[in-house]
């Protein structure tokens, strides 16, 4: 099933994996650069799922799944975080700030796209 | 290079760059006392990113390194370390570690354990996350895999049923066969809260993540669903009771939970051959599993959204029950799950991706550019001979030919520039470079040495700052070990204790100005004299100008500092910085104040590709000045003229005097000439003030010509800078008027050999 991704990162090669692996699968990609690009590029899309990165400069991931959460229109949309702990602090974080789970980087391309169809479909 | 992978690295190691870049100016902000939370986030930031993108390259060192890096940072982040001086000196030693370990990576060559080691080691003792090193252990970089097109692993999507059609009750799990052993596999109870649904998860989705484990028996547990007046959409009423039947371990089962880990009620265990009843004798609310497994999409607890068909199925689903009856839980019918199915194609089938980029720009090849920069040199040549052509011709100048040339002029101008502007870029990675520098050597000759660096964004070709980064770190090298003095005797000075050297760059006149002072002593004037003497370089009755003395620094062969230190004496001496610049084209310059300290500066032309020149006729042949060397043309009166000598004149231009020099006899075209009245002369402004009058035979043209090297071909010519082609084809020299200038009125004088007759 094809599905329609925003994947938010402030590291361009982070932005290319993704984007790699994401196209890779058949899924849409739309990359945005950080929590301020992302809430952008949203405006103009219907992802069924979005990755975010948490540390990002302008707007971090916490501070982008809060935006996004507290739209209405976007939110039941699943977010999963990308981070490089697994830490249950931070995913405790994580999840009060809106996300559905995660994925820790770096990540396995077949697990990430298990991860989305997990939450999306 | 057609394998994304091989790309993405590539790109991943010029946005290392940038992190690092990034990464040395929040540390010099942080040297500057910068507290900033964000200033300390961009640091850690650059870090991460640098370990992250390692990580999923399998560059286990540099993950390695970046991550103890990062652990420190995150200290100082969190506010558990505040760094001191010390620290952010250990810290700018991270980074340039981090930035070796990036090229080496790069280059495919291993750093040294021990060369890390010892930093590392530091940086635990200073900011005392020690323990962290058996963290460091978990962090096992899982290499990317390029095959993205083996699905092995992955849910096999294709084979699973289509969703879209109708129920299809008999295919979709086998509950009509009956195990003759103990079946392997586990039951779930599973009980969503409403932080599940809120957090963005859907328990369809985890269904189906089940069912890809084996075959699924599903029963909703729909009792706690009210009537459809007192239903909050935003609360979850559904309850699970699954049975899967797999070989998997419970791990995979608990895996499939992670993400809802805590936000629902769980229990999972292993079925036994008693508890396995496909018949689901324990369900109260049995209900068609088809109907079921599509009905959990979006049950009643769907919050918000109402305006989704999903929302609207949902609504459905409980509208057939009349709100009076309180009792009575929604029931599934067939059109419900019609209805349902129509959500599932949420995503547009789209195939290819279209990612939307968040600026526009493009990472070319520097190879490419360099070939444009080169076939542009073709056209301004062409366009050259295409003129003379048109000249030739005697075609009028209003003609349409010569009209339409010299808008092609024009363009041809416009097309150089803009090739020449995407070959610049800032200086400030050259800078940032002698940070490094500055910060090694003084460590080893024990100074405490501030960098300052001013115009760090002044563009120049890329070319130029590569060429540049040997003879600038010698430089910094040697302003910090000779320019700058022991911090006692700064103090005894009255100076403070760290020395200063600053680096500038700006633009001006067309050239570029680089320098780079010291707050040291100053040049021992004495000293070098001395030396000088010693190195027969001088005798001693020669009457020598401050400047005059401190130019020997460039002569060849000559060191001042009586004990090689460690950092100076590796071969390489201020001459060789001086053929190197000349090499750009550049010209090099010193002052020293005595107590204040030293200026090298450095004046570059801004390509090293085109010059704009005027062509002029010494004795039968053509050559080529450099226009900015040019201060203005003018013919000689007999009143300007003033012989000093049989070969020595000097031109008297608004109340000064001026050296003249016969560019034909200075080049050994032609000998001396008696008079040189009527000629005309080119002025000629040099970086130090001085100035000299060429006298040529006739200004022929004034244009813009491409640089072609000699010195690869040839080697080095005294005055000479480069060679052109004109536009009749025929090959001119290009003047190097400074060099020139500085050969004949020089006191240590020598007579050049005859240059050789282009042609």
Redesign the interface.
Known sequence: ????VLAVD?????R??L???????????????DGV?GLE?LEG?EP?VIITDI???RMDGFGFMNAVRSE??W?????LVLT?ESADELK?KA?AA?????IV??????KL???L????? | MSDPMAEIRASFFIECEELLESLQDGLISMENGDTDSETINVVFRAVHSIKGGAGAFGLDDLVKFAHRFETAMDEVRAGRFTPDSDAIRLFFCCADLLGDLVRAARDDITIPHNTTAPVLNELDRLVGCEDDVEEELDFTPAILSLDMGDTQGLPDITGLPPLSDAPILETDVSVTAPLPSAPKGFSIHFKPETSLYASGNEPLYLLRALRDLGDLVVTCNTQRVPTLNTLDPDDGYLSWHLKVLTEEPIEVVREVFEFVDGLCALDITPLSASSYDPIFSDSTDQVDLQTTLIDVSEPPVAPPQIEAPVENAAQEAVQPEPPQKDDIPPTETPEITQDTQKKQPSAPAKTTSTPTQPRATVRVDLERVDRLVNLVGELVINQAMLSQSVAEAGLPPNSPVSTGLEEFLQLTRDIQESVMMIRAQPIKSLFQRMGRIVRESSASVGKQVRLHTLGENTEVDKTVIERLADPLTHMIRNAVDHGLESPEKREAAGKTCEGSVTMTAQHRSGRILIEISDDGAGINRARVREKAIEKNLITEEMQLSDSDIDSLLFMPGFSTASEISNLSGRGVGMDVVKSSIQSLGGRITISSVEGKGTTFSISLPLTLAVLDGMVVRVGGETLVVPLNAILETLTLTDDDLKALGPETHVVQIRGGFVPLLDLGAELGYRSPQDSYVGRTVLLIGQEDGNRAALAVDAIEDQRQVVIKGLEGSYGRVPGIAAATILGDGQIALILDPTDLVSQATGKTKKRNAPVPIAG
């Open positions: 099933m094809s599905l329609e402030d590291s361009r090669t982070m290319d994996m984007n790699l692996a994401l196209s890779s699968a058949g899924f849409t990609t739309h990359l945005a650069d690009h590029v899309i069924d540390n990002m400069p209405e229109r939110s039941r949309i699943p977010i490089t405790s999840r809106g996300a559905t789970g995660w980087k770096p990540f396995d391309p077949a796209v298990k991860a169809q997990m939450v999306a479909g």
